[in-house]
């Protein structure tokens, strides 16, 4: 991957386009060179089918730079090689992630994956992309990682903005950031929603 990690991105899985995506091009140029030296003189068709050879070689090149890319922050859509194509998605910016398969592609290992981000992102689809579940779960699995950093790196936060309070309120403020601590605990576990977490975390800041 060409674009550089942030401090403390780690990949979680590189992703291409299937391997059939080459079979035409090199299936292309194999029949080519079976009735060049069929037809022509050796070492005229020899001359042909090398030069031919660089397409499906450029066809590979560029497959091998097309790639989707999963850190615990984004996805990273980049391809090309001569010319050059960047991409990223942000894990807090993505709303839902689909894929879809048909048989063959449930046979072959192959399908489309759809991310719908926010509003002024839009919507982006990827097709024919191998492993397209396990890009799938793995994006929403960062997701779910990502959501949680942030909400338990807030809930740090405001504990510990609340312990450095006015100290003769110590006791009261101590009460709150465990009140807070245990909200955030339940969210976690599932019992409550993020939205009711945040209902209560401003009932008990008094906003």
Not at 97 to 110: A, F, K, P, S
Request: proline share 2%.
């Amino acid at each position: 991957m060409r674009t550089e990690l942030k401090k403390d991105e780690k990949k979680l899985i590189i992703i291409r386009q299937h391997w059939l995506r080459l079979v035409l091009p090199f299936f292309a140029w194999l029949v080519l060179a079976i009735l060049l030296f069929w037809w022509l003189k050796f070492s005229t068709a020899l001359i042909i089918v090398l030069l031919a050879a660089i397409y499906p070689l450029i066809e590979y090149v560029n497959w091998k730079n097309n790639i989707w890319c999963v850190t615990n922050m984004r996805v990273v859509d980049e391809s090309g090689f001569f010319s050059r194509y960047s991409k990223e998605s942000p894990l807090d910016k993505i709303n839902n992630v689909e894929y879809d398969q048909t048989l063959w592609g449930r046979l072959l290992g192959y399908g489309s994956v759809d991310i719908q981000t926010a509003a002024e992102l839009g919507e982006t689809k990827y097709d024919f992309i191998h492993h397209p579940k396990l890009l799938k779960d793995t994006i929403t699995h960062a997701r779910e990682e990502n959501k949680n950093m942030q909400v338990s790196s807030q809930a740090t936060q405001l504990a510990e903005a609340i312990a450095r309070t006015n100290v003769t309120a110590h006791a009261p403020q101590q009460m709150i950031a465990d009140e807070l601590q245990k909200l955030f605990d339940l969210m976690q576990k599932g019992a409550i929603t993020q939205e009711e977490y945040v209902a209560q975390k401003n009932k008990l800041m008094g906003s």
